[in-house]
């Protein structure tokens, strides 16, 4: 992540992170600091160690020195590092929640791929979170699910060549994994007694750090509730945003429900779009594959442009094309229910008549080739419905053609 500027201000204070268990062996010259909410632990110095113990209060950085009789110029690197794991925070910019915003690192990496670290261009991130769907929220734990049976499965793909697909997509495939510049991040870390508000929030700052590094990120839904603090954190970074949406819904609806305002209140699953559509950044989205009744009064608005599942497959194995703008920054949202049910029946919202895997990677050659993709997120995968690996097999191979073209 970004490089903390420790000391700009003149005088900074800061403040321990309350997650904390620090471990002082004095007579073995070493302690150990255990952050609880990412998992991760340090062996540092007992100086260290006592330098985070003087912050359990907030204090300033010129108390420390005088505490210490230590000089500022070595301390910096000190305050830098604490600051980066999240150990320590500087109480004028957040307050303890700041702690919270995290990823633990997982220990079954997708793919078999290295860590996070800040030079990858290619950074997996798992959303584990399913309550922005109405129907089921067992979305949620897909991020945990698909790491497990990649790992039993045996796919580590470092050295694959990729010859289950076809021979473009492998060429691309075969340099993202030879040039180890895709890494997996983890899961956002997600606590069953914070806010769905305060939930999207922490998305939303992971992903907006995620771009400030000029990284790229591909995240691993999680309901589709989790794309629009995603995309608003994109359009921090791309003033001028296109957005290319696969779907069976337009995810645009409204009810007389959402017109009342209360505390807390957020989007949905079923009106991210919305909220999407309605930000400046955002010039115009396309949807490709909508189809069924919940759809049989849409009609796309200025920024809007729907294309219905049998306009696509008139379109499809022609020369015709859907004439995308070039040249402009694309963020790509995927559903899962895009898809026929009856090829991936793994989600909780199925609707007939949807593309078969043929057809998607069609349509992506026609959507995707030469775009400049600046992230994706793949949402609405639910093994709550689905007892056989099918929608795992499926998301593999959809999420890994996505990822060729980025």
């Known amino acids: 992540m970004e490089t903390s500027n420790a000391v700009v201000s ?40 006592q330098i985070l113990l003087f912050f359990r209060n907030q204090e300033s950085l010129d108390n420390l020195l005088l505490q210490f009789g230590l000089e500022e110029e070595n301390i910096t690197k000190t305050i830098d590092f604490l600051l980066d794991n999240k150990l320590l925070v500087q109480v004028s910019e957040e307050g303890w929640e700041q702690f919270t915003i995290d990823v633990i690192a997982a220990k079954n990496r997708l793919f078999g791929v290295g860590g996070y670290h800040k030079k990858a261009q290619n950074v997996m991130v798992g959303i584990p979170f399913g309550k922005g769907n109405g129907k089921s929220a067992g979305g949620g734990e897909f991020p945990f699910q698909i790491r497990e ?54 998305m939303y700052k992971i992903a907006d750090k995620l771009w ?126 895009v898809i026929d049910p009856t090829v991936c029946p793994g989600t909780a919202t199925p609707i007939p008549n949807g593309f078969n895997l043929r057809e998607m990677k069609k349509l992506f050659d026609k959507t995707l080739a030469g775009k400049q993709i600046i992230g994706f997120d793949f949402v609405e995968a639910n093994n709550d419905f689905d007892k056989t690996d099918l929608t795992n097999q499926v998301f593999l191979e959809v999420f890994l053609q996505l990822l060729s073209y980025v």
């Open 149 to 202: 049976y990649s790992q039993k499965a045996g796919y580590y793909l470092g050295r694959s060549n990729f010859q289950c697909f076809d021979a473009e997509t492998a060429k691309r495939l075969q340099s993202k994994f030879s040039k180890n510049d895709l890494v997996d991040f983890g899961n956002l870390f997600i606590s069953t007694n914070e806010s769905p508000a305060f939930i999207y929030e922490k």
């Open 10 to 49: 003149k005088n900074p204070v800061y403040m321990q992170s309350p997650y904390l268990d620090i471990t002082i062996l004095e007579s073995l010259g070493k302690s150990t600091i255990h952050n609880i909410v990412n998992g991760k632990s340090y062996d540092v110095s007992p100086l260290v160690a």
């Open 212 to 337: 400030a590094n000029k990284q790229t990120p591909a995240f691993i839904g999680g309901d589709h509730s989790i794309s629009f603090p995603l995309i608003k954190a994109a359009a921090n970074h791309y003033p001028n945003l296109h957005i290319i949406h696969f779907d069976a819904h337009t995810d645009t609806y409204t009810s007389r429900y959402d017109n009342i305002n209360h505390w807390g209140k957020t989007h949905h699953y079923g009106n991210f779009m919305t909220h999407a559509l309605a930000l400046p950044q955002v010039k115009n989205v396309y949807q490709f594959g909508i189809r069924g009744m919940s759809n049989i009064n849409e009609k796309s608005s200025e920024k809007q442009h729907i294309f219905w599942r049998h306009e696509i497959s008139e379109k499809l194995f022609t020369p015709k094309t859907f004439d995308l703008p070039k040249n402009v920054p694309y963020y790509v949202t995927f559903d899962i229910d």
